[in-house]
């Protein structure tokens, strides 16, 4: 069974473009997550879907953060515009369900660099 | 903060000795997940313990809670070089993980 695909694995952009990451989840997983993980820490939940749905966005930068999951399979993750402090590794996960007692598998995740 | 804290920070231990590592926290939970994260796989679930559940076993695995002290510890037997990974608590109480800062664990063969 494929697990969560990211892409790309590394990004190194200058700060003020723009960039996104793109992720296919696990096959009938209905559930999807971004993370955001700096170095030495743990991943930050950015986002979460449920289908199509976004049911959490709290913790999403909406000036300069948005994502979107259409027809509730791939998404993708755009910063526009980046900035120095978005440097980190953006991870995706997904699982069978929304409630947190099921287990949650993680993608590789997109290192970004800004310069 | 919910963010749960481990503790050590970094451990190094050679092949064949155990290693501990404890977690606490501040509110009230659902459930407590264990994580491991090392460069060639990623990030891996190890163990989902509830909250009305004191001990758990997988393996050379073993997860205790207390929810009276707040706290969690993980217990990994017999370590292999292999083990060698950072390893993260995940706190639910609103049907959203919270990932603490980590424990760093090297093991030396």
Not at chain 1, 18 to 44: D, K, M
Not at chain 1, 81 to 94: H, K, T, W
Request: one cysteine or more; hydrophobic letters at 30%; charged letters at 20%.
């Amino acid at each position: 069974e494929a697990g969560v695909v990211q892409s790309p694995r590394y990004k190194i952009i200058e700060k003020k473009q723009p960039v996104a990451f793109w992720c296919n989840p696990i096959s009938g997983h209905n559930t999807l997550y971004w993370y955001r993980q700096n170095l030495g820490q743990g991943p930050e939940l950015l986002i979460r879907y449920e289908n199509e749905e976004a049911v959490d966005d709290s913790q999403l930068p909406k000036d300069r953060f948005s994502a979107e999951r259409l027809k509730g399979v791939d998404s993708t993750l755009k910063i526009q515009p980046a900035e120095l402090g978005d440097s980190a590794v953006y991870l995706c996960a997904s699982s069978l369900g929304g409630n947190s007692a099921y287990e949650q598998y993680f993608g590789p995740g997109t290192r970004l660099t800004v310069t | 903060s919910q963010q749960g804290e481990e503790d050590p920070q970094a451990l190094s231990i050679q092949e064949g000795e155990n290693a501990t590592m404890n977690c606490s926290y501040k509110t009230s939970i659902n459930n407590l997940q264990w994580y491991r994260q090392n460069s060639g796989r990623g990030l891996v679930h190890l163990i989902l313990i509830r909250s009305n559940e004191r001990e758990k076993h997988s393996g050379r695995l073993r997860v205790t809670l207390d929810t009276s002290k707040k706290s969690s510890s993980l217990l990994i037997t017999a370590s292999r070089a292999a083990d060698t990974a950072s390893y993260f608590c995940a706190l639910d109480n609103t049907d959203k993980l919270i990932f603490g800062t980590g424990t760093r664990l090297q093991v030396f063969p």
